[in-house]
């Protein structure tokens, strides 16, 4: 059954996750640094140094799957999950596809990871991995 999906890179490496679970992509344009932000703007309590406005809040930026850095840091997904709404940076969304349904990763694969991969699937000759939100930290 196909399933609607966002695509994005980080890096070198392709990522797709489902659709239901983004919130917005945001432009670098509302990104400040720590030190930048505006007055009325409360960081207490996390040590973020960079920021998005969006909504009518400045939210922190996280990093989606640690030890895989987006590099060029073009946008921001602010994805929801467990009923709150984080936000991080990608390298470059590729698009909103209807594909196929992810093939299960294969065991040997699974067992050589801690990444939350649920599967992956093919698009447009790029392997490219199912994140499982359920299992961010």
Known sequence: MPERVL???????????????????????????REALPDNANPVGDNSEEWVFTREEWMPIGQLLAGINASSRNQVLMLRRQGRTDAYFVDQVLGIETLPKSRPLPEPARRCTDYPFSGLRIWKEHIVLELDLSRLI
């Open 7 to 33: 695509l994005f890179r980080i890096g070198d490496s392709f990522f797709s996750l489902p659709f239901s679970n983004v919130e917005e992509i945001v432009s670098t344009e509302r990104v400040a640094r």
